[in-house]
């Protein structure tokens, strides 16, 4: 088979949609602030972390573009194939295809950031994956925010959520590892509970921790594999804690959620439930880890617990039952959810959803009026929101009984989200660029013809802008009573 063929074959993401050429480095360092977590036998030794950016780039043809799946290709593919539910035999017979491990990103790996306009510095937005998820299973989506000037970090978990990942023993002669893979269990369980309240501790500790190192401290970054630092400015970046954007899909959602309310919640709840729940399994059949038991209240003190201050929030397909113990703490920070058909369907999840953005169940007055954006999107999967249904939509289709599912219509879906989000953000004055009443300012790229509809508005980037809103789609007002609609019937 030839190269031409191969390429063809090869599984690709599309360009991204902003102005912006796009850089990115991946990085692992010993955690300054390592903590060992018993329940679920995983520990905060390192940290490691993908960032996209705006970059400083004269010829994109020289650069080259990072590997979709990490260092250890072949196997990040197996697993990542025996997660979706697919046989060992089949993940161990994709991996030796040539071109499958192959897919990169369309962003260029290690080039400078560039210097943003005068008087402006590039907002950060953190990105927290899912069940399944890698620091660059959602590519697209952080690199599209990027490409309209934001900074994206987006972690990879140690906690058993990721299919695989590798921890680097820095402290050992030579490059030693060791291999944490997915833990999978049954949802309805009390060890289920107990494994993702742990879990989303864990992940708060790495976030919060690698936004110490990268906004306080700013360290230099030094490329995994190299030893020499990209040429990365943070002065060019606001680096303010309160400005971050946390933005995350399903189980990262939740993980963005709490970092806001303060993770201590979850904990208490389990402190305060511990006895009944070990009460409520006389057959031992779920067995608690003893490990686990809290012998007294939690420190609301330790900054890795209490909640932090953000400028928005973004939450793909938001999954609420691992947080549902926080409901009744009020969401202070403007907040976008955009829902895939199969979270729609979904009715218990869908019942926090409603509860969460409408601040029901808080005690009254006790939470300022919320700006929140709550949007659904079809032809849509669970992985609609990541790369997945992107580089594998004959998969996704198959395996998610989603008929419509084809490379054009996750690009439309995958643009839809990008385009809401950026308004919102805008919106919400996380501006990464001056932009004026006309949409001019850096944005040049973009398309500023009148709608014949509606000669109020205008056309950015194929999707009708108009009073912040994306075509198809309809602002709704978030009721403890809502009813979500189709809002894209008017733009089948």
């Given at each position: 088979?030839?190269r031409r063929?191969m390429?063809?074959?090869?599984?690709?993401?599309?360009?991204?949609?902003?102005?912006?050429?796009?850089?990115s480095?991946?990085?692992?360092?010993?955690s300054p602030?390592?903590?060992?977590?018993?329940?679920?036998e995983?520990a905060?030794?390192?940290?490691?972390f993908?960032?996209?950016?705006?970059a400083?780039?004269?010829?994109?043809?020289n650069?080259?573009?990072?590997?979709?799946?990490?260092e250890?290709?072949r196997?990040?593919?197996?697993?990542?194939?025996?997660?979706?539910?697919?046989?060992?035999?089949?993940?161990?017979?994709?991996?030796?295809?040539?071109?499958?491990?192959?897919?990169?990103?369309?962003?260029l790996?290690n080039?400078?950031?560039l210097?943003?306009?005068?008087?402006?510095?590039?907002?950060?937005?953190?990105?927290?994956?899912?069940?399944?998820?890698?620091?660059?299973?959602?590519?697209?989506?952080?690199?599209?925010?990027?490409?309209?000037?934001?900074?994206?970090?987006?972690?990879?978990?140690?906690?058993?959520?990721?299919?695989?990942?590798?921890?680097?023993?820095?402290s050992?002669?030579?490059?030693?590892?060791?291999?944490?893979?997915?833990?999978?269990?049954?949802?309805?369980?009390?060890?289920a509970r107990?494994?993702?309240?742990y879990?989303?501790?864990?992940?708060?500790?790495?976030?919060?921790?690698?936004?110490?190192?990268?906004?306080?401290?700013?360290?230099?970054?030094v490329?995994?594999?190299?030893t020499?630092?990209?040429?990365?400015?943070?002065?060019?970046?606001?680096?303010?804690?309160?400005k971050?954007?946390?933005?995350?899909?399903?189980?990262?959602a939740?993980?963005?959620?709490?970092?806001?309310?303060?993770?201590?919640?979850?904990?208490?709840?389990?402190?305060?439930?511990?006895?009944?729940?070990?009460?409520?399994n006389?057959?031992?059949?779920?067995?608690?880890p003893?490990?686990?038991?809290?012998?007294?209240p939690?420190?609301r003190?330790?900054?890795f617990?209490r909640?932090?201050?953000?400028?928005a929030l973004?939450?793909?397909?938001p999954?609420?039952?691992?947080?549902?113990q926080?409901?009744?703490?009020?969401?202070?920070?403007?907040t976008?959810?955009?829902?895939?058909?199969?979270?729609?369907?979904?009715?218990?999840?869908?019942?926090?959803?409603?509860?969460?953005?409408?601040n029901?169940?808080?005690?009254?007055?006790?939470?300022?009026p919320?700006?929140?954006?709550?949007?659904?999107?079809?032809?849509?999967?669970?992985?609609s929101?990541?790369?997945i249904?992107?580089l594998?939509p004959?998969?996704?289709?198959?395996?998610?009984?989603?008929?419509?599912?084809?490379?054009?219509?996750?690009?439309?879906?995958?643009?839809?989200?990008?385009?809401?989000?950026?308004?919102?953000?805008?919106?919400?004055?996380?501006n990464?660029?001056?932009?004026?009443?006309?949409?001019?300012g850096?944005?040049?790229?973009?398309?500023?013809?009148?709608?014949?509809d509606?000669p109020?508005?205008?056309?950015?980037?194929?999707?009708?802008v108009?009073?912040?809103?994306?075509?198809g789609?309809?602002r709704?007002?978030?009721?403890?009573?809502?009813?979500?609609?189709?809002?894209?019937?008017?733009?089948?």
């Amino acid at each position: 088979m030839g190269r031409r063929a191969m390429r063809f074959l090869t599984p690709r993401l599309p360009p991204y949609p902003g102005p912006f050429t796009v850089g990115s480095v991946e990085i692992e360092i010993p955690s300054p602030w390592p903590a060992v977590y018993d329940a679920i036998e995983t520990a905060v030794e390192t940290l490691q972390f993908r960032v996209f950016y705006p970059a400083d780039v004269q010829d994109p043809s020289n650069e080259k573009n990072p590997y979709w799946f990490p260092e250890d290709r072949r196997e990040y593919l197996k697993n990542f194939v025996t997660f979706s539910g697919r046989s060992s035999t089949l993940a161990t017979f994709l991996s030796h295809i040539p071109f499958v491990p192959d897919v990169t990103l369309p962003c260029l790996s290690n080039v400078p950031l560039l210097e943003p306009p005068e008087n402006h510095k590039w907002p950060v937005v953190m990105f927290s994956h899912g069940l399944g998820g890698t620091r660059n299973a959602y590519s697209q989506f952080c690199g599209s925010l990027a490409s309209h000037g934001h900074v994206v970090i987006a972690p990879e978990y140690r906690d058993k959520s990721a299919p695989v990942t590798y921890v680097r023993d820095f402290s050992a002669a030579g490059y030693v590892r060791k291999v944490v893979k997915y833990q999978r269990m049954m949802e309805v369980s009390t060890s289920a509970r107990i494994l993702r309240t742990y879990q989303l501790v864990q992940r708060v500790r790495e976030t919060l921790s690698i936004l110490k190192i990268l906004l306080e401290k700013n360290i230099v970054l030094v490329p995994m594999g190299e030893t020499n630092p990209i040429k990365f400015d943070w002065s060019y970046v606001d680096t303010r804690r309160e400005k971050v954007v946390y933005a995350g899909h399903s189980f990262g959602a939740a993980t963005s959620v709490v970092l806001v309310k303060g993770v201590y919640h979850v904990l208490e709840f389990l402190h305060q439930h511990d006895s009944d729940a070990a009460a409520s399994n006389p057959t031992g059949t779920e067995e608690i880890p003893s490990s686990i038991t809290l012998d007294g209240p939690i420190d609301r003190t330790d900054e890795f617990l209490r909640p932090q201050r953000a400028q928005a929030l973004l939450l793909l397909d938001p999954w609420c039952i691992p947080i549902y113990q926080t409901m009744g703490i009020p969401l202070t920070v403007p907040t976008m959810a955009i829902l895939s058909q199969a979270f729609y369907a979904w009715s218990a999840n869908m019942a926090l959803v409603y509860q969460l953005l409408s601040n029901s169940g808080c005690v009254p007055g006790t939470a300022p009026p919320l700006k929140v954006h709550l949007f659904l999107t079809k032809p849509s999967a669970h992985h609609s929101q990541s790369d997945i249904a992107l580089l594998f939509p004959g998969l996704t289709r198959y395996a998610f009984n989603v008929p419509e599912c084809t490379f054009e219509t996750q690009t439309a879906v995958m643009s839809m989200n990008v385009a809401g989000c950026v308004e919102f953000l805008r919106e919400n004055g996380t501006n990464s660029f001056d932009v004026t009443d006309e949409r001019e300012g850096l944005i040049k790229t973009q398309s500023m013809e009148q709608d014949k509809d509606d000669p109020t508005a205008f056309v950015l980037q194929g999707y009708l802008v108009a009073d912040n809103m994306v075509k198809g789609w309809s602002r709704l007002n978030v009721r403890d009573d809502i009813t979500v609609v189709d809002i894209l019937a008017d733009d089948r």
